[in-house]
């Protein structure tokens, strides 16, 4: 029996029946496409995953990537995968079709990205930044760049990085330190360290094109003065051909998991011949890293989605076929699958309300984008606006919960999960990478309180409450729904009553006292934006069940109503503490001093 | 500089002062000891796991057990361990005099192995697991069996295992099939599989002995019919030497974390030659096992508080070494270290408030354990019912909690906590095991819930609220502890409420209805015991702050009442969202059948 790691159902009921993809080809940007060609895209991912992918999820863990003579050397998949990627036009499909890209709609697009990670995260990462190195290249590079370097990304011939931490800057990108030193040529000498570069110098391709954060001598203190790079480990010559650009890979790291992709550290310049070809204006580099760190961030949140449905899917199968104990305890009678446990029934019904909740949220955010995308005037911004708002959880929610999910994935096989005789176990260290790659879950939480609640008055914000209450009015009319609706009512009235606190509390003391607990403001935010996108799918489930479905679809919707139901009875009451303390704003982690830590 | 893993100022608070392990010393069984006693066992166990436990951390993990001509090859440290531990009379601790124990209070004894599993989790559980075992042997055995088997465990030459599982019976007990045919000798001949026995047929000692559960044949169906055997691999001769069993070791697992301590399968009587001796009775085999499981359960969460102390140590240190970003964001000011964002303050005060705060619950049960030890009538009967009572808390609330615990140590180092290059990923992989053996959580859930709250017409829980409420009161006469004491006194009512409403659903619909949420349950109870214990461990320490302590002192103190302020306002409201589900009683897992989860 094939291994199952995705429901192609859920993908179908999220894309057609709730989010309507397809209304999407009406306007002109996507107006190429129609249903039978998403149909065909989920087909080829689902094929892509089980005949690539899948079959080296264990072995990629098993053998990660070493340091051989300076190339970092990657299990023989990689190749085939980003030459695969590259021919099946999977790296450029949300590129326009000048770049020969497929411009196909992100809903679909990260629809597939999420069947990739389901089937093996690591092998999944190349092809993914390489497209997002590459967009770097066509929103912000010069003609000659795109020319240079877009093809054989796009192509799978040479992998893209994204170079920003370095040793003594983390999360604070102020203090980078890597400088560019202009000449008199068309590229800048580059001299610095790079660390945690993910998919850096390997052997699966032909080059590495890492696009760095670096400061340009002289330029101003902080991260006004960054400035981006295309830095490729080997340097295109006038005579067409490739050579040393003085990159060394001076480590290789040694993971708990995510263990198929190398994270690697760079040293720049040591002979003094790295050279860097400056990416649009100096000083805007940070800008447009963070144009592009809004699809980053959604990445995460999508890979550790499709980490913890594989993992539940396991665990569902596992739970179906294990047999031990017995609902009626007569030991003469035969044991019972698991399944048949309320606890297991329960560590089941948070992995699902997790996975298909954080799902629709992803997908959420893929329709805004979408929207941004494909209109104009007041919808896009609103869209944009609304995408911008939810990106902090989209990512953190799923980055932080796929730890506990995948960890009752190892729950639900008792033992056996402990063991790498089945793949929840590295799932659940695959998973652990997400809350803090692309920014860690306490910067998101400031991002969302600190910067997005904020912004332009609150605009993104107000959208968000109308979306979610007109959700709420479209529910109600739905008598089975009203206690949720009801629910999720009293949550976003608490949500604005909390927000509204932490603004004025903002405004008194200033933002550190406000941001003081942005972490559980964001975990707060989240649990409510989930139980949106759960009373989304109970209104699809409701209205399919009144118009008699088949037998299989009966159970499918039922399914579905009944894990809204585990979400709004188990999930959602979890904010309550949250707002209790999110109501206190006492400025306890202000006053703790390092020296109180002593003992 | 050392690494720090446990605090020793901490150990003294509870020994010494929340709990006050001398007044032990005034009944005769404990008269022997004293505070100097005490004193040197900790400095000698400190001592122990920095010189022979800590600097092997690393590599018993990198290097683990594997199987070699049928002998599992353990870390060379392993044999200077046994020889160590039996040597010092770690291993007989706890047993009495006329076993040549040192007749230790379970509070000292329980501390040390503590500081052990702090050090390293692994190396810990062989001495552990024959202390175990050698109790068992004590307990129920036969003076022969006493005489042939305790010195070699206690002095470290032998090992002891527990072999309870097997691959069709992992948590049902009932269903194991090992069988034990009685012969015209003192033996009866063992045939069967057991399935990860922890520290089983290994290179570290000269022989391993297994306290093995099995069917005599003929025996009654389900857990009557189950007795205790010893099995060991080499069984001693009339000549005084020993001879092969024929117990084959079939495998060891590959495991994600505790790596250093194998987990082994096991075949008996390939051969038909594995003999066995029958311990006590027929019959009575699970009857033994559990009067030994309350020590097995206690040592679980005090090695997952022990791994997530030494997780939090690790960083601390890193958070006030670690320069990254500002408070005040000019970049022209040096870096801070991360100690100064309140995010990371608070990553810091929930793994103090869970380490301190569940350590504290395990002293209160080692404290009832060395009361039952010690006393006699009533004293000793309330005294047994409270420890039985707390044990699936004890036992639990560490194990799930030391999941987010580690994983929180890891966010602390940022990318670095999730190589190699720090212990922390070691931590967050060693201590998953934590909520599977010994029970899994929620079979912790159903004990609690179904089993311990109820026995004796509520006798224990009444013992338990009447515990509680007296904390209550004490704290209520200090000013500063007035509004802790006020949220537990609600919290206190709200359990009362949720537990009697959970009971008369059990009378009107049965166990299945009642323990559907037995591990929220679990989960509920065990924050509100933790508040108890933080409300004690602040009531001493306002006691001492009013007496002008020294600085370092002071420090001490008021860490630990800013500590317990986090736990009354971060962690405590927990209790809302769960008690509004447990009030809901409407049976969603019940009804959520195996269908319902298609797709």
New interface residues.
């Given amino acids: 029996m094939a291994k199952k790691y995705v429901?192609r159902?859920?993908l179908e009921f999220m894309l057609y029946e709730v989010f309507d993809i397809v209304s999407l080809t009406r306007h002109p940007y996507y107006s190429q496409h129609n249903k039978k060609v998403f149909d065909m895209m989920l087909d080829a991912a689902l094929k892509l995953g089980k005949d690539l992918l899948n079959p080296c999820f264990e072995e990629m863990d098993r053998r990660a990537p070493y340091l051989d003579n300076g190339v970092v050397k990657v299990h023989p998949a990689v190749r085939e995968v980003m030459r695969r990627f590259g021919d099946g036009g999977w790296i450029a499909a949300k590129f326009e079709e000048k770049y020969d890209g497929a411009q196909l709609p992100y809903m679909i697009a990260d629809c597939c990205q999420y069947i990739f990670t389901a089937a093996n995260y690591s092998a999944s990462v190349f092809p993914g930044l390489t497209a997002k190195a590459a967009r770097l290249i066509t929103s912000f590079g010069s003609e000659e760049q795109i020319k240079t370097y877009v093809p054989k990304m796009l192509g799978g011939q040479w992998q893209g990085t994204m170079a920003l931490?370095e040793p003594?800057?983390?999360?604070?990108l102020?203090?980078i330190t890597t400088t560019a030193v202009p000449t008199a040529y068309d590229y800048y000498l580059m001299q610095g360290h790079k660390?945690?570069i993910s998919a850096g110098n390997h052997d699966g391709v032909d080059n590495v094109v890492q696009m760095m954060l670096a400061k340009i001598e002289g330029a101003p203190?902080?991260?006004k003065g960054i400035s981006l790079f295309i830095v490729p480990n080997l340097r295109p010559t006038a005579e067409g051909g490739l050579e040393p650009n003085d990159v060394t890979t001076t480590q290789v790291?040694?993971?708990?998991?995510?263990r198929g992709a190398p994270?690697t550290e760079l040293s720049l310049g040591e002979k003094n011949d790295c050279r860097g070809w400056l990416v649009g204006e100096p000083h805007k580099g940070l800008a447009y890293m963070f144009q592009m760190m809004n699809g980053s961030r959604l990445s995460v949140g999508m890979a550790a989605i499709g980490i913890s449905t594989a993992a539940y899917y396991a665990a569902?199968d596992y739970a179906?076929q294990r047999?031990?104990?017995?609902?009626n305890?007569d030991?003469?009678l035969p044991?019972v699958?698991i399944?048949?446990?309320?606890?297991?029934?329960?560590?089941?019904?948070f992995q699902?309300a997790f996975v298909e909740g954080a799902f629709s949220l992803a997908m959420q955010c893929c329709r805004y984008a979408d929207e941004e995308t494909a209109m104009e005037g007041e919808a896009k911004e609103r869209a944009a606006l609304l995408l911008d708002l939810l990106i902090p959880v989209a990512k953190s929610y799923p980055a932080e919960t796929s730890?506990?999910s995948t960890?009752q994935a190892?729950?639900c096989f008792?033992?056996y999960?402990?063991?790498?005789?089945f793949p929840v176990?590295q799932h659940?260290?695959d998973t652990?990478?997400h809350?803090?790659?692309e920014g860690?879950?306490?910067i998101q939480?400031?991002d969302l309180l600190g910067r997005k609640v904020r912004m332009q008055g609150g605009k993104a914000f107000a959208f968000y409450l109308d979306e979610v209450r007109q959700a709420i009015a479209t529910a109600r009319a739905f008598e089975a729904l009203n206690p949720y609706a009801e629910r999720l009512a009293q949550a976003l009235i608490a949500l604005e009553k909390t927000t509204a606190g932490l603004k004025t509390q903002g405004d008194q003391q200033g933002s550190?006292a406000m941001?003081?607990?942005?972490?559980?403001y964001l975990d707060y935010f989240s649990l409510i934006a989930i139980a949106w996108q759960w009373l989304l799918q109970a209104t699809v489930a409701v209205k399919a069940l009144a118009v008699k479905p088949s037998k299989?679809n009966a159970?499918?919707y039922?399914?579905k109503l009944?894990t809204a139901?585990?979400y709004f009875?188990?999930e959602l009451?979890?904010?309550?503490?949250?707002a209790?303390?999110l109501a206190?704003r006492?400025g306890?982690?202000?006053?703790?001093e390092?020296?109180?830590?002593?003992?």
């Fill in positions: 429901s159902r859920n931490t003594q800057a983390g999360s604070s102020a203090d660390i945690f203190a902080g991260v790291y040694h993971k708990m998991g995510y994270i569902l179906r047999q031990q104990g017995r609902i305890p030991p003469a044991q699958p399944i048949a446990h309320a606890d297991i029934r329960r560590l089941l019904l699902r730890i506990r960890s190892i729950q008792g033992g999960g402990y063991c790498e005789d176990e659940f260290r652990r990478i809350t803090i790659h860690t879950t306490g939480g400031i550190r941001l003081a607990d942005a972490t559980l299989a159970q499918f039922t399914g009944m139901r585990y009875h188990f009451p979890k904010t309550l503490g949250l209790q303390r206190e006492d306890l982690t202000l006053d703790m390092s020296d109180l830590f002593a003992d």
